[in-house]
Nanobody, 120 residues
Framework: VQLQASGGGLVQPGGSLRLSCAASGDIFSINTMGWYRQAPGKQRGFVASITGGTTTYADSVKGRFTISRDYAKNTVYLQMNSLKPEDTAVFYC????????????????WGQGTEVTVSS
């Protein structure tokens, strides 16, 4: 199983970016998909997650970021609007999923990270 994240880049304050993360491989079922971020010199922290129709956000991104999911494509998106310099970080996607070889047992899988820089 692999998670491939994309969509990061350099954007000016107030701008927008859309991150994508696609899960591939022998996947039986995906429970939760989400995004975390790690700013320079800081620990990795929660950004947003989606489980079924339920979304959860960190307080720092509520009203600015929107998480969504394409179940047919095993892909999760993060639409980021009104970006601030403090949003600068490497963003990682995570999926809680079960593989075909081990149906019903769920583990965390992480993508490789995509870098977001908010600067003028």
């Amino acid at each position: 199983v692999q998670l491939q994240a994309s969509g990061g880049g350099l954007v000016q304050p107030g701008g927008s970016l859309r991150l994508s993360c696609a899960a591939s491989g022998d996947i039986f079922s995906i429970n939760t998909m989400g995004w975390y971020r790690q700013a320079p010199g800081k620990q990795r922290g929660f950004v947003a997650s989606i489980t079924g129709g339920t979304t959860t956000y960190a307080d720092s991104v509520k009203g600015r970021f929107t998480i969504s999911r394409d179940y047919a494509k095993n892909t999760v998106y993060l639409q980021m609007n009104s970006l601030k310099p403090e949003d600068t970080a490497v963003f990682y996607c995570k999926a809680v999923l079960s593989e075909v070889q081990n149906m019903g047992v769920y583990y965390d899988y992480w993508g490789q990270g995509t870098e977001v820089t908010v600067s003028s």
